[in-house]
């Protein structure tokens, strides 16, 4: 651990200074210096007073060198955790989460809406462009092919700029590529801007990342939960929205619906949102206190340069540890496949609806209304998980060495839920058969299908965070791109696929359904399995691994960050599944560990570190290697 502080050596040697500005400031800061050492070198105070006396040193046999005027202190989250979005007040929290929820409803609405451009009763991209329903559909999986992939683009840059900017950033180009889409003189510039409107979308790598900023670990799995419901509900907006625009409206309204929708939330994120990354905020803290007369006092991104906090090495290693841990981790693969089957049933039924309730002779707004049920499925599931998350925080707490409870004990309303996939699933193929049949049962069997979608979101993204700690950004960055991406891949093959399976006995509907209750089986089955034999393959992951030693290391308070560069971590010997794991048990995570609930992006923060005189070094520049801290 010593190895990741960032002091400087015993040539080093202290400023003098007649006049010393924030002096008061300057004897907190040595103390913590000396309390620091302290802890690495497990010495009591007395201790080191007796070895300093005796030869001038620390007990770990360094200088201890003292603070001058000139010497550069890098703000802590001790030193001013009441500023930060920790300490904000509840109401506040909850309005900045609000709003968030509906700019991750409006990215969401855009993936879903363009269907009902497709066949506009009015005039529809078939007739104007003159292309068939099926190339017609490319647009949509064009959007949510590059949105799975947007998402893990920004969040690096909402770790180095801003949640604030880059969300302006990212919902202003995605407003700018609609135009040309509603304007498109023909059909290959439609593609290339929904194109680039998926690729702009950020998603829930920034909108799930505020979550970390304003909770701790321990408390913040109301917010995870509702701003799930918001990723999963603006999916079924956009039909439910575009059945009217299909029935009424020209093509183009539906782009322009979601221009409207997306600049009016743009507008009110940019006017009542405040910045939430609490390392920028500690920035804007420590520039503060400079003018206010403690020139020593900086912030954890103003002491290393840009390029040694954002290197082409490091950013490739965020940008494909997500699929590397996707295609590596059991149970990262296992419940990113099962979540984001689950998300592609959402719009592989978008594209069969209209198929299934025209046998019941429903127009283009009924058809939208029929997403409704699993709205409602939703908001049961969201309800349903209030209790669950109390049962576990209690669980939690009762037992803290418990890897269990700490980590499987997340999953646990999840081996209740999880079963309303298949059983929706084939509830539903079997009651869409039309007249004489209502249509009402296989509403019901929606709802329930939606219960199951909101459930394994949930549970899974909630498990992940537990499990991978300063990782969990890389493996819910998975998930989320699993369930994206497979949505897109499978809602050009929808409408064939219901409509080609079986036709020889008339029953296209109901096999092609079947074929979906058995793959959600074999899928349901492996979410028993990680939960009886998680500690065993948490066990052989080096991810999980090393994860443990760093939180035995530390007392069970969750790391910010493993290993020594931008590799990928090694395997910590000696750590099983029996090695007690306590993730945020009774301590605040660091700022700097969480881009999405939790992944370190450069340096450890907290860390107070002294520059070296003013006689010596004018410049952070000139700051040796030996006394930056590691990357990760």
């Not at 801003?162 to 950033?169: A, C």
């Not at 296209?508 to 359904?513: D, M, S, T």
């Amino acid at each position: 651990m010593a190895a990741n502080h960032a002091r400087f050596d015993e040539s080093v040697e202290p400023v003098e200074s007649a006049e010393v500005t924030g002096q008061g400031d300057l004897d907190r800061m040595n103390e913590k210096l000396a309390e620091d050492r302290r802890e690495e070198d497990g010495s009591s105070k007395d201790e080191d007073a007796n070895e300093t006396e005796r030869n001038g040193t620390n007990a770990s046999g360094a200088n201890l060198e003292k603070l001058g005027t000139y010497d550069k202190y890098e703000i802590t989250e001790d030193d001013c955790y009441d500023e930060l979005g920790y300490s904000f007040p509840s109401w506040k929290k909850w309005y900045i989460l609000t709003v968030i929820f509906i700019v991750q409803v409006s990215m969401n609405f855009n993936t879903s809406l363009y269907s009902n451009a497709i066949s506009a009763q009015k005039t529809s991209i078939v007739k104007h462009f003159g292309v068939s329903a099926q190339a017609a559909r490319v647009g949509a999986v064009l959007f949510l092919v590059l949105y799975a992939f947007g998402c893990e683009l920004w969040a690096p840059w909402s770790e180095e700029f801003g949640r604030w900017p880059i969300l302006q950033l990212s919902l202003g180009l995605v407003n700018l590529w609609q135009i040309p889409v509603a304007l498109a003189p023909n059909f290959g510039t439609l593609l290339a801007f929904r194109a680039l409107g998926g690729l702009s979308s950020a998603g829930g790598s920034v909108t799930l990342g505020m979550i970390a900023d304003l909770w701790e670990a321990d408390n913040q799995q109301y917010a995870v939960a509702f701003v799930v419901f918001s990723s999963v509900g603006g999916s079924i907006l956009g039909p439910i929205v575009g059945g009217f625009c299909e029935q009424f409206l020209a093509w183009q309204w539906c782009i322009w619906i979601q221009l409207i929708f997306g600049g009016a939330i743009q507008l009110l994120h940019f006017f009542t949102v405040p910045e939430t990354r609490t390392t920028i905020m500690m920035n804007k803290i420590a520039q503060r206190r400079r003018k206010e007369g403690n020139p020593n006092i900086w912030g954890p991104d103003e002491l290393v340069p840009f390029k040694d906090r954002f290197s082409v090495k490091e950013v490739l290693v965020t940008w494909t540890r997500p699929f590397k841990m996707f295609l590596t981790e059991p149970i990262v693969l296992v419940l990113s496949l099962l979540s984001g089957f689950s998300d592609a049933l959402i719009f592989m039924f978008i594209q069969s609806f209209s198929i299934v309730y025209k046998q019941w002779g429903f127009n283009s707004i009924e058809i939208g209304l029929s997403f409704i049920p699993i709205g409602i499925g939703y908001i049961i599931a969201w309800i349903s998980f209030i209790p669950a998350i109390r049962r576990n925080i209690k669980e939690r707490q009762a037992k803290p060495d418990d890897d269990r409870a700490q980590y499987e004990s997340r999953l646990w309303w999840l081996l209740y839920t999880a079963p309303c996939l298949p059983i929706g699933l084939i509830g539903f193929a079997w009651t869409i058969q039309g007249p004489p049949l209502h249509w009402i049962g296989s509403m019901v069997f929606a709802a329930i299908v939606g219960i199951a979608n909101y459930s394994i979101y949930m549970a899974t993204i909630d498990y992940m965070i537990c499990a991978y700690g300063p990782y969990s950004a890389s493996a819910t960055g998975g998930n989320g791109w699993s369930r994206d991406f497979l949505a897109g891949v499978l809602t050009v093959p929808a409408t064939p696929f219901f409509t080609n399976i079986g036709k020889e006995s008339g029953n296209n509907l109901e096999y092609a359904c079947t074929i979906l209750f058995c793959i959600s089986f074999v899928l349901v089955i492996a979410v028993y399995v990680i939960y009886w034999k998680g500690p065993v393959l948490r066990a052989r992951s080096p991810f999980a691994q090393q994860l443990a030693a760093g939180r035995a290391d530390d007392g069970g308070r969750r790391v910010s960050h493993v290993g020594g560069d931008s590799r990928e971590p090694s395997v910590a010997p000696g750590v099983g599944a029996n090695t007690p794991q306590r993730p945020g048990a009774g301590g605040r995570s660091y700022s700097q560990s969480q881009r999405f609930f939790g992944e370190s992006r450069t340096t450890p923060r907290g860390t107070p570190r002294a520059t070296p005189s003013a006689s010596r070094a004018n410049s952070v520049a000139n700051i040796p290697k030996a006394g930056r801290p590691a990357k990760v």
